[in-house]
């Protein structure tokens, strides 16, 4: 039996276990158990909260296919309040390794408890190589891409995993589950790619649906809406400095791209429920 907690960052949830505690032998072939919502739990995926040398802890996440990401904002936001909430630090500022590196969250308490959490993301990678994309530049910045023989433009940004951001006129009437797997998998993303496609409703303001790779569409993504805010900021809808509100389906997450390259996010993270799981044997 394996101790878990669900939890959700504005909709994008969740199965997180103690790894101060709990053991895993498989997390790739947990996550895909634990994700399927007829014979698992549910969720967009699997996080382990582990011991650090680095930082005060460490964070490992596996998509619901069980390939391993680099990072989730909405995650990170997730273990700041687990591990505050479940008394495994007594601190309001924490620093938290992952594969993107090591991220500083500042916990907002009310009444014992977390009630947000805003996580310095970092500098912003617009390298092509670095996110990567197979395009040549320093940069890419409203680039012309055909993908499912219709011509988009994408700008690229890595906030510790890759992003390729299309502005739209409309995003609700997107067929995400047709277009979402065919940028997933264009032969210019080497490491796959996550796609937000983006409605700009004025210039502190964005509507964004997002498609995961190894996971699909999910209600929110923490590392999506950075760049989101970021490819904002580079096409000129948005300005450095200024809080961005971003709008996903699960809820709204407040993005700032620093003039210095940083990006800060602001935002929520809750319970949802706590169980034991009965997980296969080879897991």
């Given at each position: 039996m394996i101790k878990f907690t669900k939890m959700h960052g504005i909709g994008n949830c969740y199965i997180?276990?103690?790894?101060?505690?709990?053991?895993?032998?498989?997390p790739a072939e947990l996550s895909r158990f634990v994700s399927d919502?007829?014979?698992g739990i549910g969720s967009d995926g699997l996080v382990l909260i582990m011991p650090s040398d680095k930082a005060d802890?460490?964070?490992?996440?596996?998509?619901?296919d069980g390939s391993e990401a680099e990072m989730c904002?909405?995650?990170?936001?997730?273990?700041?309040?687990?591990?505050?909430?479940k008394g495994l630090t007594d601190k309001n500022q924490i620093t938290l390794e992952t594969l993107g590196g090591i991220k500083v969250l500042d916990l907002e308490i009310e009444n014992g408890a977390v009630k947000s959490v805003t996580v310095d993301m970092g500098k912003a990678e617009l390298d092509p190589k670095n996110i990567p994309i197979d395009m040549e530049g320093d940069k890419i910045v409203s680039r012309p891409i055909t993908v499912g023989g219709l011509e988009y433009s994408i700008t690229g940004v890595s906030m510790g995993n890759p992003h390729a951001v299309v502005f739209t006129d409309d995003v609700d009437s997107l067929n995400l589950e047709?277009?979402?797997?065919?940028?997933?998998?264009?032969?210019l993303f080497p490491r796959?790619?996550?796609t937000e496609f983006i409605r700009v409703i004025d210039d502190h303001t964005l509507q964004m649906r997002v498609w995961e790779r190894g996971s699909g569409e999910t209600w929110a993504c923490g590392t999506g809406a950075c760049a989101a805010a970021v490819a904002a900021v580079l096409n000129g809808y948005c300005e450095y400095g200024e809080e961005i509100l971003i709008k996903l389906r699960g809820g709204d997450l407040n993005i700032t791209y620093m003039p210095d390259g940083t990006v800060i996010k602001r935002g929520p993270a809750a319970f949802v429920c706590e169980g034991e799981l009965c997980a296969p044997q080879n897991i």
């Open positions: 997180y276990i103690n790894c101060f505690e709990e053991k895993i032998d498989d919502m007829h014979f802890f460490r964070m490992r996440i596996f998509n619901a904002g909405n995650a990170t936001r997730c273990v700041g309040k687990y591990v505050y909430d047709q277009i979402g797997p065919e940028f997933e998998n264009h032969k796959r790619i996550n």
